[in-house]
DNA sequence: TTCGTTAGTGTATAAAATACACTAACAAGG
DNA sequence: CCTTGTTAGTGTATTTTATACACTAACGAA
């Protein structure tokens, strides 16, 4: 079955920048590319946008067929539509980023049988089409938009310490911060409650466990949100 | 001639949010629409992005070629592209908006003899498809991004009092600002540059006229720029 | 000459950001 | 069981930034 158009269209898909956390370093997935061209090397998962399918949907789609993610927080990042990006023909491509916490999610293999792994952002391969323009477009969003929506909780587990979020925020801030004040910061918010739990299993005092307070995250994700940390 | 697709493919669009400044108001640009559907009810201005073009360059040629507007400052805002949105079949919009100085840029019929017109952003008409989601996702990042980026200035003309400059942002803010502290914060940023310059014509004392520094607001465009007027 | 209108200016106060150092708790290892 | 290593957890003083606020100057119009 084929499909005729009476002008030319260029070809549309969504490409994902999946953004992890892991104890040492912020992580993207990439996937081996099977087919041609850029055949072996590393790209952002993606794929085609289906005629009667949202961006958004088929954006969660190709994640869920080629990683086995689904339900993790993605937003729309910028469309990239450059005639040359593609050698075969002009594919636009709607990119995305999302942001997963690496404890709850595995990364299962992927129904196309294409390798996927996590990179550190510091230790990046090269990568096909221009996806490390992508990437670096989806990193400049998340390091401007952690400061004025709490985004970055996405990427922690249900329940975390302080210093896990403090963390997080210098890798993506890239510098450090003061512990005192970032404290102070984040629980003036009240974005984050604490809970009566501890963390286990470290070689030093158990630091205690916090939680996102849900309803004013909600609230402080619509109004504005400032975390000049 | 034709053209066909393996799979079938959606349409894709621009669509370009032009807001003008009048004395009064923040204003848009908006297009009557001639064919079917939505026949006589405004819409944005935009159309179809050919094969081999960007969409930047196709929200350009649209927009020059719908309202003889040119050269002007133009970014990418969103994209959209939910299957509904256009009655006909699955169009997938890119979404721009564009800052034009009124009293430089004179809004010439269309090639395409359809009615232009601007509207205040406070009175607009019923627009076509999901225009109106559009124009209201487009204000939203203008009134975000003011507030961190010099991106106003382009709805000013090259020389201009600080007056209009303050009026300009209470406008897209919509909220009045203290006349000294906005005159010292903007001076402090050192993006304009006060010239010899007075304004002439006026019922009362003449006020200086400033213009921009294009070095410092390149630098500033990249940059970080804190306005919190 | 008066009136009306906008230009142009500084200071005091409040709020927010920053810099900074010690004690507490706990596991590991001798 | 005592010492060591490691991270948790806490407050205050200082600097910076934002805010609130009112008068004189200039000029055209009447």
Redesign the pocket.
């Known amino acids: 079955m084929s499909h005729t158009y009476r002008y030319p269209r260029p070809a549309l898909t969504v490409d994902i920048v999946v953004f992890g956390l892991d104890a040492e370093d912020l992580q993207v997935l990439l996937i081996e590319r099977d087919g041609k061209p850029f055949r072996g090397q590393w790209a952002l998962p993606g794929g085609f946008v289906d005629v009667g399918e949202s961006p958004d949907d088929a954006a969660r789609r190709e994640l869920e067929e080629e990683t086995g993610l689904s339900e993790i927080f993605l937003e729309q990042l910028y469309t990239f539509g450059n005639p040359g990006r593609d050698p075969r023909e002009h594919v636009v491509t709607i990119a995305h980023y999302a942001l997963v916490n690496l404890n709850e999610h595995d990364v299962k293999a992927s129904s196309d049988a294409r390798n996927a792994a996590w990179f550190s952002i510091n230790d990046l391969p090269k990568l096909a089409f221009d996806h490390s323009e992508i990437l670096k477009v989806a990193l400049d969003r998340l390091r401007a938009k952690v400061r004025y929506q709490p985004i970055g909780f996405e990427l922690l587990p249900k329940k975390f310490?302080?210093?896990?979020l403090?963390h997080l925020y210098e890798l993506i801030l890239d510098r450090e911060?003061?512990?005192?004040?970032f404290?102070?910061?984040v629980?003036?918010t009240e974005i984050v409650k604490?809970t009566n739990q501890?963390?286990?299993?470290?070689?030093?005092?158990?630091?205690?466990l916090y939680r996102f307070d849900q309803r004013k995250y909600d609230r402080m994700t619509k109004q504005g949100f400032?975390?000049?940390?």
């Open positions: 310490t302080l210093r896990q403090q911060l003061d512990k005192r004040n404290r102070k910061k629980l003036a604490e501890f963390e286990k299993d470290v070689a030093h005092r158990a630091a205690r400032n975390f000049e940390v």
